[in-house]
């Protein structure tokens, strides 16, 4: 699984034209965006800390690649503070109409954090805005049952600052769920989580949260019905989680907040005792992201002595060149994974 492996169109051809050129379907197209979109991210753009030029250059690359499929992009700018400064971002949406006026938004946050230690944000969270734009992609030229609101959020990392934004200018009985994608590649296991069915702190109203489950058990289900690269679970329960739910900590939560039902995809490994115990901090049980791992318990050889705790976001694993080498089939076949899912559930009747 770890071993590197460029992977290639070759093996994804599925067909031949009367013209005998072989045809190559929407699908494998966006994979391979996918990933060239993330290399390509990080590579340009691998200081994108919140309110910074570098977050603000990453927004105008993500709106031309809209553009370049054929979108037309909103950009919704908006302010926020951090330690008593001032600062601007801005979220984009793209709309795709779909048969039915049901509409989900897929978000996913392209600012990131960990530069000083050498991360660009490779997993967390430049392959939630690959799997969006690769999606957005293999959508180009379809129609989907479902609506579609494609939308990038700047400032995640620092507060939630674009998502809280964005839903302040929502209709919520517009939208039938969210889907949030942050850090989708990397980690041990791809998840689906649902709200945690303990609320969030809302500002103080939890009057309208939902924890409901509907979004995140069909895409559970599509999943287990369509062929894919990596297959989804829902997390086992842990102490502080129920199975399958999840905390506040990324752009899902002010949609719960506002009573729209959400599914987080997440890639990680609840079943490492990791720094903080078994939350998904601790996203792989690979050797060289740990001092020392003990695969028998799960855990690390000495928590004392332990460093690095399994952990690659925010930190300086966090970039093409620490991945590759180690991880790079294994992501490959994650993102594949999230770019069919997604497009399946989305064009299909459920």
Request: aromatic share 10%; proline share 4%.
């Amino acid at each position: 699984m770890h071993i590197k492996n460029k992977l290639s169109l070759k093996g994804s051809i599925i067909g031949v034209m009367a013209t005998g050129l072989m045809a190559i379907s929407p699908q494998v197209i966006a994979n391979d965006y996918a990933w060239s979109s993330m290399l390509t991210l990080t590579k340009k753009f691998g200081d994108r800390f919140a309110g910074s030029k570098g977050e603000q250059q990453a927004a105008f690359w993500i709106k031309s690649e809209f553009e370049k499929l054929g979108y037309q992009v909103k950009e919704q700018p908006f302010d926020f503070k951090l330690r008593k400064q001032s600062l601007s971002s801005m979220n984009l949406e793209v709309f795709k109409q779909g048969h039915s006026p049901k509409t989900i938004v897929i978000g996913a946050h392209f600012d990131a954090i960990g530069h000083n230690t050498g991360s660009t944000g490779f997993t967390d969270n430049a392959s939630g805005i690959a799997s969006l734009l690769a999606v957005a992609k293999a959508l180009q030229k379809t129609t989907p049952y479902y609506s579609v609101k494609f939308v990038a959020f700047g400032a995640e990392e620092v507060g939630l600052n674009g998502s809280k934004a964005y839903v302040e200018t929502l209709k919520p009985n517009h939208l039938t769920g969210m889907i949030n994608l942050d850090t989708v590649a990397g980690g041990d296991h791809l998840y689906i989580h649902s709200a945690h069915s303990k609320p969030y702190h809302c500002n103080g109203d939890n009057s309208k949260y939902t924890f409901d489950t509907w979004l995140r058990n069909e895409l559970i289900k599509k999943s287990k019905s369509v062929k894919l690269a990596r297959g989804y679970d829902l997390h086992p329960k842990t102490p502080e989680f129920p199975e399958g739910e999840t905390g506040s900590w990324s752009d899902h939560s002010p949609f719960a907040c506002i009573g729209i039902p959400i599914a987080y995809i997440e890639a990680t490994n609840f079943s490492i005792d990791g720094e903080s115990g078994k939350d998904g901090y601790s996203q792989t049980s690979h050797p060289d992201y740990w001092t020392c791992f003990d695969n028998s318990n799960m855990a690390s050889c000495d928590r004392n002595k332990e460093k690095h705790w399994g952990k690659i976001w925010h930190t300086k694993f966090d970039q093409a060149k620490q991945l590759i080498p180690r991880l790079e089939s294994h992501i490959k076949l994650q993102m594949q994974s999230n770019v069919t899912l997604l497009t399946q559930f989305l064009l299909g009747k459920p």
